[in-house]
Nanobody, 123 residues
């Protein structure tokens, strides 16, 4: 599976962005997620959604970000509202067909990754 992320950019604090990630093939049965990596920091979990599982979010984004998927288009989206400078990072989409729920926030639990899209939030 090849993933192509898009939608990043520069936004002022308090603004919104919508990220999209398109898969090259069917995402039937896949868990799909978003991670982010800020300069000098480790990659961290943002959100994940399963084929038949509701979404999970990192505490830092819960209530502000919404993950969704379009199974007909094989895409996963991340709507980001009330952005703060602390949300500045490269955002990556990732998928796996063998997610262990106890490892939902671990990058190593996902098999395929997109190239990343940069989100910059100015103060």
């Amino acid at each position: 599976v090849q993933l192509q992320a898009s939608g990043g950019g520069l936004v002022q604090a308090g603004g919104s962005l919508r990220l999209s990630c398109a898969a090259s093939g069917s995402t039937y049965g896949y868990d799909m997620g978003w991670f982010r990596q800020a300069p000098g920091k480790e990659r961290e979990f943002v959100a994940s959604i399963g084929w038949r599982r509701s979404a999970d979010y990192a505490a830092s984004v819960k209530g502000r970000f919404t993950i969704s998927r379009d199974n007909a288009k094989n895409t996963v989206n991340l709507q980001m509202n009330s952005l703060t400078p602390e949300d500045t990072a490269v955002y990556y989409c990732a998928v796996t067909r063998r997610l262990i729920l106890s490892r939902i926030g671990e990058p190593s639990a996902y098999d395929f990754w997109g190239q990343g899209t940069l989100v910059t939030v100015s103060s």
